[in-house]
């Protein structure tokens, strides 16, 4: 009862006094109610989509050739477009992202030629023709009347194209239409795709290689950002079926199933195909002493050979393709786990298969099932980056860079893969949350319960943030300079939510679970960083606005501190108050170690909630023995930007005059 009343003292010491009657109020507390786009029957308030959700369909079929000699790729493509929205479109946009390389680019103008996302000064870009619209004809015995070809206009704007229809399309109706294209291919393409070359021959990494439907979704209409090369992609879901023809000495890697093996393998690699799905260690499919041999190619006539894919349920299709590749595989659940490599990465990428089975593995089973046939990893020009069941990964220097680039890049497939956000405008939601989750990949890797290279550090982040250079991770990656995209983009919400799940909750099970949910909520759908919020307080029974608000909108700093300590006697019963503060202005639960003088310690755990009537709180106790210390966050969990005052010592205090 005496310590109660201490208590309710010193609560009433912090409270401000109220406002006068005339002045409106007006809450500015950071525990205020985070500010969203009201819900509705699409996006419900407990952050899961609402009975209305709708998305637009996009099916290609696409046939294109590689011609090695030219660099060049051709083809058309068929595109079957459902407008599930209850608006009636009149035209659709489409993304050129090739012409990225054109001379007028504007993210030529945006980051230098040598930057990393540019072409390095190449000159390219999407030629488009025959741009018609796929209508039934009139009756007609003739069957190749079937259909009429109804040339549409176009307006191309930089990286966009507008497709205007002959007519309107309603809510609920489809629409097929086809258009021919070709592009040349830049030699280092923005870092996410291009060719490398191994003497006389060429490898090919291929994406941003079709004309692609933009998102029309019921947050902004249509999503039109240009593509400058720094940003990601916004992609809607669909069927692809699509033929590569190559030269006949070339093996393909596509996203999807590949549905013609007999015509492009030889019998024997589909026996090793059929053994490595079923093994769990790796299965040379192309071996080293095989690669550029006529036992690599079946035998025929035909200079070329076509490759047909089909994947179903993705946004997007990537594909490789070479003379040389080394190619092995293994299996797990049903899953073809494959590798693709030139002969210079052997003596390291024989163990590719090996990592792309642990990580589809772990990630399936810690978060959300792979729901896909395959997963590929390609070694080339570029130096990571992903795609449906598909990545491209260019490491070769050591097993540990290995792991580390082939770990992110198949992260990727939960993020933004299966849940399809807005990379372009958040790319926090897709390269943080996948920078979090490498985070227990590498530690069940390793075996190291510590492991972290860095991702999801509370102290590395405190010194990133003490040299000025945070930013709120609300940007789009464009509007973020490229040396601090890493900080912002990545580890800085990795760092947020392994806070969030150790530091703030102090509970990995709850965590999970709504991580989970959030998953599962919104796989193969596209939510905005308000259902990612509403998810996590709905599964987690918990109102976060004012970290939501001050880790991802703002860039507050974690400052915590124990001013002193002091014991006295009261009615004969010694009581101890600890006096502390928030000088920064992110407020954090307060983890504490209490030492007492014959060396034994205590902990003490403080709920956020202590600071909601200011910056000063005093911890009132009877304490069992004499304090001697007391040390905020001993297990250094949090990004703590001055943790000079963050431990009080009763020698030290006597000491100051």
């Not at 000495?249 to 007999?262: M, P």
């Not at 969030?500 to 949910?517: K, P, Q, V």
């Not at 210390?629 to 006597?654: C, H, K, M, S, Y």
Request: net charge neutral.
């Amino acid at each position: 009862m005496m310590c109660l009343a201490f208590l309710a003292m010193v609560v009433l010491q912090q409270r401000p006094a109220p406002p006068p009657s005339n002045v409106p109020f007006a809450d500015s507390s950071i525990f205020r109610r985070l500010e969203l786009p009201g819900p509705n029957r699409i996006r419900a308030a407990n952050g899961a989509p609402g009975p209305d959700y709708w998305q637009q369909k996009v099916d290609y079929t696409i046939r294109v050739s590689l011609d090695p000699a030219s660099h060049r790729v051709a083809g058309d493509e068929t595109i079957r477009y459902a407008n599930n929205s209850p608006d009636t479109l009149r035209y659709l946009w489409l993304q050129l992202d090739q012409n990225l390389f054109r001379a007028d680019s504007r993210g030529g103008h945006l980051f230098p030629s040598d930057a990393r996302f540019s072409g390095n000064g190449f000159a390219g870009g999407f030629t488009v023709s025959e741009v018609v619209a796929l209508r039934p004809a009139a009756r007609s015995g003739s069957p190749s009347a079937a259909v009429r070809r109804v040339p549409l206009e176009t307006a191309v704007s930089g990286t966009l194209m507008r497709v205007d229809l002959d007519q309107p399309l309603p809510p609920r109706t489809s629409l097929e239409f086809a258009l021919d294209f070709s592009f040349a291919v830049p030699e280092r393409g923005a870092d996410r795709m291009g060719r490398e070359r191994f003497g006389d021959v060429w490898l090919y990494e291929l994406a941003q290689w079709y004309p692609r439907v933009a998102v029309y979704d019921d947050v902004r209409g249509w999503n039109t950002e240009p593509y400058l090369g720094q940003g990601e992609f916004y992609l809607e879901y669909g069927d692809f079926d699509y033929a590569i023809t190559v030269p006949r000495s070339f093996i393909v890697a596509g996203t999807g199933t590949l549905e013609n093996r007999a015509e492009v393998l030889t019998p024997e690699q589909v026996r090793r195909l059929d053994l490595a799905l079923r093994s769990d260690t790796t299965v040379p499919i192309v071996s080293n002493r095989e690669v550029g041999t006529a036992a690599a190619r079946p035998a025929g006539a035909s200079p070329t050979l076509t490759w047909r894919f089909r994947a179903r349920n993705v946004r997007d299709v990537a594909w490789a393709a070479a003379p040389n590749f080394i190619w092995d595989a293994s299996g797990w659940n049903h899953i073809l786990m494959q590798s693709f490599y030139p002969p210079v990465a052997d003596s390291i990428w024989r163990r590719s298969t090996e990592i792309v089975r642990f990580a589809i593995r772990h990630y399936s089973e810690k978060w959300f099932g792979y729901p896909y046939p395959t997963a590929i990893n390609v070694n080339g020009p570029a130096g990571g980056m992903e795609y449906p069941m598909i990545v491209f990964c260019r490491n070769r220097s050591s097993l540990a860079g290995l792991f580390g680039v082939t770990s992110h890049e198949l992260g990727h497939q939960w993020y933004p893969m299966i849940v399809g956000s807005n990379e372009r405008l958040y790319p926090w939601q897709d390269e943080g949350f996948d920078t979090f989750i490498n985070i227990f990949a590498g530690r069940a890797h390793s075996g190291d319960p510590a492991w972290s290279r860095g991702r999801g550090e509370a102290q590395q982040w405190a010194q990133f943030v003490r040299a000025g250079l945070d930013r709120p991770m609300m940007l789009p990656a464009d509007r973020l300079p490229s040396p601090l995209l890493g900080e912002v983009a990545y580890n800085k919400p990795a760092t947020g939510l392994y806070l969030l799940r150790h530091a703030i909750l102090d509970d990995s099970t709850r965590f999970d679970f709504a991580f989970r949910e959030y998953t599962r909520r919104w796989a193969f759908k596209h939510p905005t960083p308000a259902d990612f919020f509403r998810t996590m307080e709905d599964a987690l029974g918990e109102d976060l606005s004012w970290f939501w608000r001050g880790w991802f909108y703002r860039t507050d700093r974690v400052d915590l501190a124990v001013d002193s300590a002091a014991a006295a006697d009261s009615a004969g019963v010694r009581i101890t108050r600890i006096f502390l503060s928030s000088p920064g202005t992110l407020p954090m639960p307060v983890d504490l170690r209490l030492t007492y003088a014959d060396g034994t310690a205590d902990r003490m755990r403080l709920p956020v909630e202590i600071w909601h009537l200011g910056n000063r709180y005093v911890v009132v106790r009877r304490l069992p023995k004499p304090l001697m210390q007391v040390e905020i966050d001993p297990g250094l969990l949090l990004p703590d930007v001055n943790r000079q005052n963050n431990t009080w010592r009763e020698a030290a205090a006597r000491a100051s005059p």
